[in-house]
């Protein structure tokens, strides 16, 4: 059962309970004032008679002196005063007086009602009044409870709307722990990947700016000595060509990073196909052009794995990592590929033999224009590794790298057989 319905039906509960409760007082209450009145009204008829008896046995002056001795010990509010129209004692006696003609004199004697007329006016309304305020109370209680989080998050989403990211409302709704608490969190992880996607843009743009200003003030270089030196015109244009292809190859890697960034969340174009043929196709390739370099590869493949996968994304995945290992490898020492099926699960592990990089630095050579620190100047732009990373995970794969203790780098890719419904790209950060 929900947190938050528990909570309103408590509330709600005690509400009721707490109404009842009232009600069930006030009755009782007022169940005790006719016993407490008609006790009243019988004192004071006893006063009013005993006084009336003394005043017609015994004459004013004992009927006085009662009254005195009376207000003195309890007081009652008797009093007894002469009336001057001998016609006033044909009015008829009521609860409160009696008029006795005595000697020929009218006298009144008179004992006021005690008790409070107001409470009993209002007793009757006193239930509701009751049920009003206590509704009211936990009314209000609710609401705040309510309108509170409410406007923290509407606050947030305000904020994200003006593009402040680090925005954060959870740390508002400390102690609390059902559905808008969750609700809270959620937005704060919303917030994070916004803020994460945001500073990866920057970073992208700032990247691709930098990467691209070398290559252009190259073409800007080789314009000015052709202006100088027309004869270099051949030996410039040559330059030009390796420039505009550097620019070329860089465009279509942003691009390509850019989709599979973009594309995250977006379902795959998947087909069945075998990943082995794919690893075997790129391996002959890689072989050509390690020949070069004196480098051997050394292959340990499984036959076939069967997988639903995009294939583009996979040969590019497998060939920036084998490329990758082919270029920083040393000379005259060799590339080892090795693969294994584990269940519904490729694992393809690539090694190099060449300087390697810091261990502190695994992580960071996956970032999009990250290279390690003993990189070869001009040895690309740093983006394969990133395109690898991202075409896997948007399987639901792994790539990783490790240290192996004969030196060098090692990479993990590990594929799946079936893409996952939701990716690890899509669930970080």
């Given amino acids: 059962m929900p947190r938050l319905f528990k909570k309103f039906f408590v509330i709600t509960w005690l509400t009721l309970a707490g109404s009842v409760a009232i009600i069930i007082a006030t009755l009782n209450f007022f169940e005790t004032l006719p016993s407490a009145s008609k006790l009243e009204r019988q004192k004071r008829e006893v006063v009013l008679d005993l006084t009336e008896n003394l005043l017609v046995k015994d004459g004013e002056e004992a009927a006085r002196r009662l009254a005195h001795a009376s207000e003195d010990t309890v007081p009652v509010g008797l009093t007894i005063s002469r009336i001057a129209e001998t016609g006033a004692c044909a009015d008829r006696s009521t609860a409160e007086t009696r008029t006795v003609l005595k000697d020929g004199s009218c006298y009144r004697i008179s004992v006021p009602r005690q008790g409070n007329a107001i409470l009993d006016k209002l007793g009757p309304f006193v239930p509701g009044f009751g049920i009003l305020i206590s509704s009211a109370i936990s009314a209000a209680a609710l609401a705040r409870y309510l309108i509170r989080p409410v406007v923290h998050l509407r606050d947030g989403l305000s904020?994200?709307?003006?593009?402040?990211?680090?925005?954060?409302?959870?740390?508002?709704?400390?102690?609390?722990?059902?559905?808008?608490?969750?609700?809270?969190?959620?937005?704060?992880?919303?917030a994070a990947r916004l803020q994460e996607l945001q500073d990866a843009q920057q970073r992208l743009f700032h990247d691709v700016s930098h990467e691209l200003r070398s290559p252009l003030s190259r073409l800007q270089a080789v314009g000015g000595v052709l202006r100088q030196s027309p004869g270099k015109l051949d030996a410039m244009l040559d330059r030009m060509d390796r420039e505009v292809e550097r620019l070329d190859a860089l465009v279509g890697e942003v691009l390509t990073l850019a989709r599979l960034t973009a594309g995250s969340r977006l379902p795959l174009k998947t087909q069945t196909l075998d990943v082995i043929d794919l690893l075997n196709e790129i391996l002959g390739d890689a072989a050509f052009e390690a020949q070069a370099r004196e480098v051997s590869i050394t292959a340990n493949v499984d036959d076939s794995f069967l997988a639903e996968v995009e294939g583009e994304l996979i040969y590019r995945a497998l060939e920036n990592v084998i490329r990758n290992a082919v270029k920083y490898t040393a000379e005259h020492s060799q590339v080892t590929v090795q693969c294994q099926t584990t269940g519904d699960l490729l694992k393809v592990r690539v090694a190099d033999q060449g300087l390697g990089v810091g261990r502190g630095e695994l992580e960071r050579i996956f970032q999009p224009f990250s290279r390690g620190n003993d990189a070869a100047p001009g040895g690309g732009y740093g983006l394969g590794l990133a395109i690898a990373r991202q075409a896997i995970e948007c399987h639901g794969g792994r790539v990783y790298a490790s240290l192996p203790d004969v030196g060098g780098l090692a990479i993990m890719l590990e594929i799946p057989r079936r893409p996952a419904m939701s990716s690890p790209a899509n669930d970080r950060g």
Avoid: P, T
Wanted: glycine share 10%; hydrophobic share 40%; aromatic share 6%.
């Fill in 159 to 190: 904020a994200l709307a003006h593009g402040r990211f680090d925005v954060r409302i959870g740390h508002k709704m400390a102690g609390r722990k059902d559905e808008v608490s969750a609700l809270a969190h959620d937005f704060d992880s919303s």
